[in-house]
């Protein structure tokens, strides 16, 4: 059973309007949340992350949303650029030292 | 600083071969893990070592040994490879969290490692 899913694989924003990517975990046991990009023939790259008892954090133009009761987090990303077309991945961290990743969302950018 | 190096970048295996691949990091991180990529998924984890000469399996560990007798280096083996374990294989890194007990799961990953089994 698949304990992170980002059920959309791929969207598609106008340049300066908003970017919502989503997530969904199962296990309430999860310490951090975060959100990795990545592109093509590059490793993925860390962008944010939040604890699990926090519900809220912001850096730049990145901000991520925790909702515990419903299991979902939400990356947005205010303006969008096209330099943040890349596929974002969702993970979960436990305290035990592993990683958790959905299958990753493509977003693209248009000018 | 190089930050986490893998080689080699591609290879081309027949089945039944071996091989290693060989990451290596140098920011002193605790954490070591080697993940798979197959398209349209996420990242697997295979195996990983939370220090010098410890190791652990992941969700996906068989077919593959690792070894970390060096702190900075992780190495992930194919005893006999097979056409699943074509894949993009990536090594990342961590270091321990504020308190010294947990990483907050920041990962610090290679480039990757393409391998193609025929």
């Known amino acids: 059973d698949q304990q992170v899913k980002q059920n959309s694989p791929s969207l598609s924003v106008q340049e300066g309007r908003i970017s919502i990517l989503n997530c969904d975990y199962t296990n309430s046991m999860f310490d951090y949340f975060l959100w990795y990009k990545k592109y093509p023939a590059e490793g993925p790259t860390f962008l944010i992350s939040i604890s699990s008892i926090k519900d809220k954090n912001e850096d730049g133009r990145f901000t991520v949303f925790l909702n515990k009761s419903a299991k979902h987090l939400s990356l947005h990303i205010v303006p969008s650029q096209p330099g943040d077309s890349a596929v974002y991945f969702c993970?979960?961290?436990?305290?035990?030292?592993?990683?958790?990743f959905g299958d990753g969302t493509t977003l693209t950018v248009k000018p | 600083n190089a930050g986490v190096t893998q080689t080699p970048k591609f290879r081309v295996l027949k089945t039944g071969q071996s091989m290693t691949l060989l990451c290596a990091q140098d920011m002193n991180h605790e954490y070591m893990y080697w993940y798979r990529q197959d398209p349209g998924m996420g990242l697997r984890l295979i195996h990983y070592?939370?220090?010098?000469?410890?190791?652990a399996k992941g969700e996906v560990p068989d077919g593959y040994n690792v070894s970390r007798l060096k702190k900075q280096n992780f190495l992930l083996g194919l005893e006999s490879a097979a056409p699943s374990q074509t894949s993009v294989y990536f090594c990342?890194?961590?270091?321990?969290?504020?308190?010294?007990?947990?990483?907050?799961?920041?990962?610090?990953f290679g480039e990757g490692s393409r391998l193609t089994v025929l």
């Open positions: 993970a979960a961290f436990s305290g035990a030292g592993k990683s958790t």
């Open positions: 070592s939370v220090g010098e000469g410890t190791t």
């Open positions: 990342a890194s961590s270091y321990l969290g504020p308190d010294r007990r947990w990483n907050t799961g920041e990962l610090f």
